[in-house]
Every structure is written in C-alpha cells, then in structure tokens.
C-alpha cells in the first residue's frame, strides 16, 4: 500500500505558495509512487502555473497528483492521510485536525516552513511542538545547509539542465516557441521580480553599456516599474521595444516546466520570493535576487544570511560587487555603478554559480529529507 500525503496550501498572495507546494507534490508522486493529495485554495493560482488544469474543477488529477479545492467552508468527511502537510503555517481545517487525532493509525503532521539561510534554521528544523489535542507538529525547514531539510531538486534535474545548455538549437527553438527571436552577440536576461524603484537606474546602464541586451520579462508585477521607466501605457504580452544597447520584450506567464528553460537559456536571471529564487540557483548561472519584502524589515536579514552563504569562494572584489548589486536592488539603491563593477569579474560569477549549485546539490533534496524523516518517525 503506498503511503498516503496530504498537502495544505492556502495561497496568501503571489505563487510562491502553490509553486512550492505543486512543486513538492508532483515531485513525492513521481519519484517517490505516494498518493498525494494537494488541497489549495485558490484554483485561480494553480492554473496559472499548470495551465492544463481545470479552474472550476473541485476535484482533478494533474500529474498523478490529486488537486483538490480547500473550500473556505470546510463541510467534508475526509480520512486523513498518513502524512500531513501544513504548508507555511496556513491553517488546518478544524474538523480535519479533529479526524488526524481520532485516526486509529498514527498521522505524521508537519508545517513545511519558508526559506531562510539564518543560522538559526538548523537548530529548529525537526523540532516537535505539543498541541493542545495531544499531536505532535514537526517544524521542517528548507534551507541551504546538511542540518537543514534541503531545497526542492528533482532526480535527473542538473543533467537536463545541463544537456539543455549545451544544446544551442534547443535554446533558440524553446526561446522562438515563446515568440522571442535571439539578438546575436546579446547577454540574455530574465526578469521577474515585485515593484522595484532602483529598476530605472538598472535598465539606463544596460541601454548605455558596451553590449547588446536582451531582457525577457514574464507578465507581472515588474511590467508597472518598467512601464514608467519606459515611460509607455499599459505594456501587454508580446510588447517589444528596444532602448541604446536594451531590447525589451514582454513574455507570457509560463507553466513551472517552461520557466526552468528560461532560466537555463539566459546568462543572468532576476528573480524573486522563493521557488523562482532557488530555481535560479539549480540554472547554474549568476542571479539577482528580489526578496519578499517583510513589514519590520526581516527580509534583509534574510538577504545578508543567504549572501553570507553564497560569497563564500568569491575573490574579495567579486563578494562585494554581488553584494552592493543586490543591496542596491533591495533598498531602492542605484544600480548603474553596482552592475559595471560586477560586469567587471563578470567570469568569475559565472564559474561560482556553477559550483554552488554542485555544492547544493551534493545534499539530500527536500523531497527525499521529508520522506526520510517520515521513515524515521514511523
Ligand atoms: O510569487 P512569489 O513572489 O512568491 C512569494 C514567495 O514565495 C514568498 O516567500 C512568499 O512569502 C510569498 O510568495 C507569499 O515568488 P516565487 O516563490 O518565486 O514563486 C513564483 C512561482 O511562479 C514559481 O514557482 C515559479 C513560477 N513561475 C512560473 O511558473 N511561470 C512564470 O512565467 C514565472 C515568472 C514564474
């Protein structure tokens, strides 16, 4: 008998929820023959990142995964699963957690935490908490580190990667499916990030710089800040235009799968939240990261713990050049001078991207640490 997964994703704003959460559901029925069940909130969302699914459908399968909508008044009889997935804190159903404590069979019950670098994640990470109903919660973190639950990865994932970038044709024929044209000579760039003020000071060197740009940006919450930039209406999928060196173009929002080969075909990719973020990391190439901004400025805590990490192994002048370009993409800071001093040891980010994505990938994944730990606690 396979085990049995429940998956809980309430989509708060954006797609990191579900992107993660689709992510890992997919991944522990593919590679790892569970029924997994994903219950989320928002089909709307979900659509989104597998358009092949059904908006009104309550009840589907994509992938062999079973998506199911998590209405908000919660009225059905379901037998919980052997492991229950609580993702970012979102909040059970009462009468599900009722049926985990009533279920003869012993349920394994986790909060799949955000993302963090921060030091304190690896003492955290598989601590239970008692509830008041008698069960036990695990706290699982993601993270960056051997002490911590692991990044999502899938089996064979670098290897398709990599086949992928050494394949010229594959690239041009996946990047004119998307309706763009490569610029010969150009450095390919992806965009995808949230509002951004210091983005201005950005695309004015790049427009003014020694090389052909080209910059592919998905429909989202960046087109406002490059439409004032530009200074145009509305840009819609599809808009083109070309400013000095830069060519822009406005690309669709993509299935996840189509995504990653936009990460690989670029030599420089902007991302944001959390999913994008470490799928950047798995391209192998330099990136820029646009952090979810948090009220009481948390964020940037977060941002310095994960640079600490990722400038280990960079010469002194490299580790700073990230640093400053990223500082400055997260604090509204000018980014003209802070990308011409990274152009500078422009190599030497390439060569470190790759390795640290090797490093990363010499530990267990998140898929695998979970199914682990649920091993280990039966
Ligand atoms: O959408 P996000 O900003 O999500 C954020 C973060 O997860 C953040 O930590 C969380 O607190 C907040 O949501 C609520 O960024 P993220 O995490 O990169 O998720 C975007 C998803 O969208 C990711 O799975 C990649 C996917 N995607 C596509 O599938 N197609 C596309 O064209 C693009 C641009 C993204």
């Known amino acids: 008998m396979k085990a049995t997964w429940d998956i809980f994703c309430s989509v708060v704003d954006n797609y990191g929820d579900i992107g993660v959460t689709w992510r890992l559901a997919r991944q522990l029925a593919a590679e790892h023959g569970l029924a997994v069940r994903l219950w989320v909130d928002d089909l709307g969302a979900f659509v989104r990142l597998c358009p092949q699914a059904e908006v009104q459908a309550p009840r589907q399968t994509q992938q062999s995964v079973e998506i199911c909508l998590w209405p908000a008044d919660w009225q059905e009889v379901v037998e919980p699963a052997d492991v229950v997935i609580e993702a970012f804190a979102c909040e059970l159903p009462a009468a599900y957690i009722a049926a985990m404590a009533g279920r003869e069979q012993k349920v394994l019950w986790l909060n799949l935490e955000y993302l963090s670098a921060e030091d304190w994640v690896e003492g955290c990470h598989g601590l239970p908490s008692m509830q008041s109903n008698g069960l036990s919660k695990f706290f699982f973190f993601p993270g960056f580190t051997p002490g911590s639950g692991g990044l999502l990865r899938e089996r064979g994932l670098l290897a398709q990667r990599r ?36 983005l201005g000071s950005w695309l ?6 020694p090389q052909r740009i080209q910059l592919l940006v998905p429909e989202g919450r960046i087109l406002s800040s490059l439409q004032g930039w530009l200074g145009s209406p509305a840009l819609q999928v599809g808009d083109a235009c070309q400013r000095g060196q830069l060519h822009i173009q406005v690309l669709p929002f993509i299935s996840q799968d189509q995504y990653d080969r936009l990460l690989w075909s670029c030599d420089f990719n902007a991302v944001r939240g959390e999913d994008s973020f470490i799928r950047a990391q798995w391209a192998g190439r330099p990136l820029l990261w646009h952090i979810y901004e948090q009220a009481d400025g948390a964020h940037l805590e977060k941002l310095n713990a994960f640079l600490a990490l990722y400038k280990e192994g960079l010469s002194a002048e490299a580790q700073v050049a990230l640093a400053r370009l990223w500082d400055a993409w997260n604090s509204n800071g000018p980014m003209g001078e802070c990308w011409t001093q990274l152009l500078k040891n422009w190599p030497e980010q390439i060569v470190h991207a790759e390795q640290w994505c090797l490093e990363r990938a010499s530990q267990a994944d998140l898929a695998e640490a979970l199914v682990q730990f649920y091993l280990n606690w039966l």
């Open 163 to 198: 086949a992928f970038q050494a394949d010229e044709r594959a690239r041009d024929e996946f990047l004119r499916d998307l309706g763009v044209e490569p610029l010969a000579g150009a450095l390919l760039i992806s965009l995808f990030a949230y509002e951004n003020a210091a």
């Open 204 to 209: 004015e060197v790049l427009a003014a710089g």
